[in-house]
T-cell receptor, first 114, second 115 residues
Framework: AQSVTQLGSHVSVSEGALVLLRCNYSSSVPPYLFWYVQYPNQGLQLLLKYTSAATLVKGINGFEAEFKKSETSFHLTKPSAHMSDAAEYFCAVSAYSSASKIIFGSGTRLSIRP | NAGVTQTPKFQVLKTGQSMTLQCAQDMNHNSMYWYRQDPGMGLRLIYYSASEGTTDKGEVPNGYNVSRLNKREFSLRLESAAPSQTSVYFC??????????????FGSGTRLTVV
């Protein structure tokens, strides 16, 4: 079975500061990992995904995440926050299986201070 | 635009009423999913359909039924709505038989309030 834990339901950073959103996963098989972003009143949009190729994954809007097996982590970072990054971010995990589903974390709301 | 379309966008129901949430995708995807989103709980899977003609329960199926009408459409029915079903409902689809490869495409959601 797979699960994810997102540390911090709300993160606030200043514009131009580093963004770090934390995610730890649990999986009995090699995982596939995702970060999704949800802007207000919209559906979820895929930011990036890890599928066992490079451990450092680059996504849209300048975000990236690093898969660390030893720490069972997949933290999301962005070097310099922009006001438009304010949204809710979800970490998710799945197994490599045709019957597999994607399991989502509880989400982290990112606020950007001017 | 191609994608996943959900109707209605907003709905208010009285306790005990029934309704069907509609979802259609035009990407020729095989797999479709229904999630509910509640504050602090992320998205929880209600039902899914791995392919046309099949449906399976997810984490929180009680109080819901689904129909995979054809490859494009996957509906969610509340037979007797309860206040605990107040939530935002998302439909999603996946084109790969291995959903992990590409993730999901989500609709914009249906905000349901049961009073």
């Amino acid at each position: 079975a797979q699960s994810v834990t997102q540390l911090g339901s709300h993160v606030s950073v200043s514009e131009g500061a580093l963004v770090l959103l934390r995610c730890n996963y649990s999986s009995s098989v090699p995982p596939y990992l995702f970060w999704y972003v949800q802007y207000p009143n919209q559906g979820l949009q895929l930011l990036l995904k890890y599928t066992s190729a490079a451990t450092l994954v680059k996504g849209i809007n300048g975000f990236e995440a690093e898969f660390k097996k030893s720490e069972t982590s997949f933290h999301l970072t962005k070097p310099s926050a922009h006001m438009s990054d304010a949204a809710e971010y979800f970490c998710a995990v799945s197994a490599y299986s045709s019957a597999s589903k994607i399991i989502f974390g509880s989400g982290t709301r990112l606020s950007i201070r001017p | 635009n191609a994608g996943v379309t959900q109707t209605p966008k907003f709905q208010v129901l009285k306790t005990g009423q029934s309704m069907t949430l509609q979802c259609a995708q035009d990407m020729n995807h095989n797999s479709m999913y229904w999630y509910r989103q509640d504050p602090g709980m992320g998205l929880r899977l209600i039902y899914y359909s791995a392919s046309e003609g099949t449906t399976d329960k997810g984490e929180v199926p009680n109080g819901y039924n689904v129909s995979r009408l054809n490859k494009r459409e996957f509906s969610l029915r509340l037979e007797s709505a309860a206040p605990s079903q107040t939530s935002v409902y998302f439909c999603a689809s996946s084109g790969d038989i291995l959903p992990a490869n590409y993730g999901y495409t989500f609709g914009s959601g249906t905000r349901l309030t049961v009073v």
